[in-house]
């Protein structure tokens, strides 16, 4: 097996059993980068000359023979909202395309201690705004299983690098399905942490309150050691995790699913959604059903609403979050102006994408005094509701399945032109990160034009061991362990 | 027609933490520009706020003091704006629930105190500042100020003329020294003051239209344009023209001596304040507030009580020195050294008071401590110095911050209370004034003042006052013999 095909775990194992270096792995996985990435577009900027230096480091720490990391000599990609120190990051927007942070985010950091190696940053919708990855204001990503596809959105890119082997692990961040969908149309398995769980401190915020962080990967188990890595309590995040969490899910991971109860929301599987899609899903739920899981269907009927509050709340915070970008310390300014309020509004008309701009001016509108109450007051009621019926769920069901989008993998421009439409692709993945439970999406299949289809599972608040234990189990019964797409 | 004065003040004060509200920068003052910043402070993206413990103490002491009801859980808000200064393009504060409701501020003496109601006092952090320099047409900002901890005191429009705004800004701007809460330096812009001023005739119980009054830099300026819009008002009600008053912010041109209209109610922004998702509920736990119920001070009402029957000041020193942080405390430094109440209450009041003056110190900056004064004090007390030179002294000591002792000795200023020596100078002094002597005996008594003027200057002032008028007249009885 090439080093690129393999798993973070194989990585690590490889380096530290001395079989090849952290340098063989970089230089592997460079050379897969200049082969594949000229036909996948995934990152905005690479990091080579970092990573030989991170290769060497470990190089010494293992010839020294001190303890290697969690992650050492593991390649990793990280999406362009998430701050590197000293690498440029530009959240895949003009307005950010020279901007370099004094600091990294503290999951980079974390990453870093883990003896990570962090090889690029990867294209996105513009501040995470899509789900396609066609809001970037420099490049399409194309999707590895089918370039005339999207890879899916936001976290495209970082979706994209790892199924075509050009990264092993990736970092993605999830607003409303931003890791989860791309993961699905890739064939990668991604996951959304409870919010909370991992530090933002670092993330450029799109909606605070929904954002999180977490780990694109090629399997269940790369995804869990990822986990490890990044989560944790973090004294610069104040809505971080009060307790310090050291959790290993290595340990329970293989435990399999025998009396587990699982829920099957009927709301998640109506008219919308697409044929292939389902019957795939129905037969992950007879799988569970073989290896001793309790499946039955439930009613979550408050979700059908989520979409509307979602797209209220997260607009309404992006509103905010975006204020910054005025032209005046860092980024894209206009050189044509003759007063402050022209500077500003210049900078900021040529600095955002389309898509941005339209969700500014939708959350500007929801928090103007007047609207407030029938707009952000209303979606914040429902988002109680939204939150209350899922902890009721798991009061008598340990996980959720659903699909992660209603859709296979679309063509390049087929969206474009209708927000509308756009959105609608979010429909199954909103709730969670309204509710700030934790999911994560695995591939579970390949359709007849042979794209991959993902399977959503659910948890409640701090479950993650739950989800790990039953995808981990349901990917050894698939066999579809890793899927390496033909390119 | 007569009219009533309306006023509500809206007090801002920087808080005396260490770091600012949400990072670790330091909250001093008077650094070099964007020196106290950090990715934080300058909103660099992807940056979070962690909210600073010391403030949220200090705010519920505030609290406390001006006896508000304090918020088991306030929450902190977003006040959405574009300006130069405000780097995240929000000012993270409190809006609907803030951390203090309602409380109260007396003002006057007990006999004639008035009750000042306070709405609220909220969080907040502080903006940079601009700054404009005149030719280039250039503008910088200093980021040093931004996220810098802050209170802001609504009052209830309580207050009904100029003056009584002055007495309680005065009195608030005591309590929260006392309270160690801000340094309250208000031309460092520490603590700063708007005013909401309207009219209305006497009887009537509704409110008109107010106008907001900003740029009062201290309490002059309050005074002044407080009476300027009242009698701007005035004017337009006299005439049947209230009309023409509109709910507005005026600038006070304190140059002019007048107010100017900055911008109408139409201008102004919506500040689309949503609750800040990046904090969680702002909490204080009924044993957080019994502790610092425990370390609250004492207040200038308990401490003016305190002077009045244990030192037996006059209420006119008491509102002078009480009224001082600062000067309280150096008083009873001074008294515990072993100065008596009276003499201590003087030497402040008096040659402390016009030295501060002239230098242009503040009370907080007196150079000399008080164990210096003291034994200057015991100097003078033994006779040693006169009066007189003792104020000479003292002005030495407040400019060199050396001790009493050696410029006493460097100057030879010790009196002379030798008693050989002092009838050597008053017999020289009878030799040569004969005449004087012949007016004694003749029944003029001002002959007596005379001589002494001539001992004294023959002594260049040294001479012990008391013990030479009691030899000379000693002297001019033997001579009458």
Not at chain 1, 82 to 93: E, K, P
Not at chain 1, 293 to 312: M, N, R, T
Not at chain 2, 448 to 473: H, T, Y
Request: proline letters at 5%.
């Amino acid at each position: 097996m090439s080093i690129h095909e393999m798993t973070a775990f194989e990585i690590r194992k490889g380096i530290v059993k001395k079989q090849f270096s952290a340098r063989d792995v970089v230089t592997a996985f460079f050379d897969r980068i200049y082969e594949k990435e000229p036909l996948v577009d995934g990152f905005l900027t690479l990091c080579r000359e970092e990573a030989l230096a991170k290769a060497r480091q470990i190089g010494e720490k293992i010839k020294a023979g001190e303890p290697a990391g969690k992650l050492a000599g593991v390649p990793v990609a990280v999406k362009d909202n998430i701050c590197t120190d000293g690498i440029r990051t530009t959240c895949a927007s003009r307005m950010l395309h020279d901007f370099i942070p004094p600091y990294d985010a503290t999951v980079v950091k974390r990453l870093k201690e883990a003896d990570a190696v962090i090889i690029g940053k990867t294209n996105m919708d513009e501040f995470a705004m899509g789900s396609s990855t066609e809001n970037s204001a420099f490049k399409k990503t194309k999707n590895p299983w089918n370039r005339e596809r999207v890879p899916g959105g936001s976290s495209g890119g970082s979706a994209a690098v790892v199924s075509a082997g050009m990264a092993a692990l990736a970092l993605g961040s999830d607003t409303g399905g931003s890791i989860r969908q791309p993961a699905a149309f890739c064939g990668v398995v991604g996951l959304k942490p409870t919010y909370g769980l991992v530090s933002r401190f670092g993330l450029i915020a799109f909606g605070s309150s929904l954002d999180q962080i977490g780990p694109l990967a090629k399997n269940i188990k790369d995804s869990a050691l990822a986990l490890e890595t990044i989560q944790g309590r973090d004294k610069y995040d104040s809505t971080s995790v009060r307790h310090s969490i050291t959790k290993d899910y290595m340990s329970t991971i293989e435990c399999g699913v025998k009396g587990m109860k699982i829920g099957v929301p009927v709301e998640f599987f109506d008219s919308g959604l697409d044929e292939e899609i389902a019957l795939s899903i129905k037969a992950c739920i007879r799988k569970f059903k073989e290896i001793g899981a309790f499946v039955e269907d439930i009613s979550l009927p408050v979700i059908e609403e989520g979409l509307s509050a979602y797209y209220i709340i997260s607009s309404a915070e992006a509103s905010s979050n975006l204020g910054r970008f005025d032209g005046l310390r860092y980024g894209y300014r206009t050189k044509n102006y003759n007063s402050l309020d022209q500077l500003v509004e210049r900078s900021r008309s040529g600095g955002f994408g389309e898509e941005v701009k339209r969700r500014i001016m939708l959350g500007t509108f929801a928090l103007s005094s007047g609207y407030y109450d029938a707009y952000y007051g209303r979606a914040q009621k429902l988002r109680t509701a939204i939150k209350e019926q899922f902890i009721k769920a798991f009061e008598s069901y340990d996980i959720l399945l659903s699909p992660v989008s209603p859709v296979l993998p679309f063509k390049i421009g087929e969206k474009a032109a209708d927000p509308l439409e756009m959105y609608l692709s979010d429909i199954y993945t909103v709730n969670i990160n309204l509710a700030g439970l934790p999911a994560l999406s695995m591939p579970c299949g390949i359709s007849r034009t042979g794209l991959p289809i993902g399977l959503q599972i659910i948890g409640p608040h701090f479950g993650e061991e739950k989800l790990f234990k039953a995808a981990y189990a349901l990917e050894q019964e698939l066999k579809l362990t890793v899927m390496h797409p033909m390119l | 027609m007569s009219f009533e004065t309306i006023i509500g003040l809206e007090i801002h004060a920087e808080l005396n933490t260490r770091s600012k509200l949400f990072c670790s920068c330091p909250a001093e003052f008077g650094a070099k520009p964007n020196e106290n910043t950090c990715p934080i402070c300058l909103g660099i993206p992807g940056t979070m706020p962690v909210l600073n413990e010391e403030a949220v103490i200090l705010a519920v002491k505030t609290g406390l003091i001006l006896n508000c009801e304090i918020a088991a859980e306030s929450r902190m808000d977003r006040k959405n704006y574009f300006y130069p200064d405000l780097p995240k393009a929000y000012q993270t504060t409190q809006y609907d629930i803030p951390i203090c409701r309602g409380g109260y501020v007396d003002i006057g003496a007990p006999e004639v105190s008035r009750r000042i109601r306070l709405n609220r006092i909220h969080l907040e952090e502080d903006a940079g500042k601009l700054i404009h320099l005149e030719d280039s047409g250039v503008s910088l900002i200093d980021y040093n100020r931004s996220g810098v901890p802050l209170i802001e005191i609504v009052t209830e429009p309580d207050l009904r003329s100029a003056g009584e705004a002055v007495a309680f800004l005065k009195a608030l701007k005591s309590m929260l020294e006392y309270g160690g809460i801000s340094d309250c330096h208000m031309e460092q812009g520490s603590l700063r003051c708007d005013a909401n001023i309207s009219l209305r005739r006497k009887g009537q119980n509704t409110l008109n239209t107010k106008v907001e009054l900003k740029n009062l830099n201290s309490f002059k300026e309050l005074q002044k344009a407080l009476e300027y819009e009242e009698e701007r008002q005035r004017e337009l009600y006299t005439h049947r023209e209230e009309s023409k008053i509109m709910q507005e912010t005026r600038r006070w041109d304190g140059e002019k001596g007048e107010t100017v209209p900055m911008r109408s109610k139409e201008d102004a922004n919506d500040y689309r304040y949503f609750p800040e998702p990046d904090l969680g509920p702002v909490i204080i736990s009924d044993t957080l507030l019994r502790e610092i119920k425990e370390t609250l001070p004492e207040m200038p009402m308990a401490r003016k009580k305190r002077f009045r029957e244990l030192y037996g000041l006059r209420d006119k020193e008491i509102d002078i020195i009480v009224g001082d942080k600062a000067l309280s405390e150096y008083f009873e430094a001074l008294t515990a050294c072993g100065t008596d109440p009276r003499s201590a209450a003087n030497w402040i009041l008096g040659s402390m008071m016009k030295l501060l003056k002239e230098k242009g110190l503040k009370t907080g900056q007196i150079p000399v401590p008080p164990e210096e004064l003291h034994k200057l004090i015991k100097i003078i007390a033994e006779g040693r110095i006169s009066i007189t030179a003792g104020q000479e002294v003292f002005s030495e000591m407040f400019n060199t911050g050396r001790s009493a002792g050696d410029i006493v000795n460097k100057k030879g200023l010790s009196q002379i209370s030798n008693r050989t020596e002092l009838e050597r100078i008053i017999t020289d002094v009878l030799n040569d004034n004969p005449q004087s002597l012949l007016d004694y005996a003749a029944g003029k008594t001002q002959a007596a003042v005379f001589l002494m003027g001539r001992i004294m200057k023959a002594s260049k002032g040294k001479a012990n006052p008391q013990l030479a008028r009691e030899m000379l007249e000693e002297k001019l009885r033997k001579g009458l013999l």
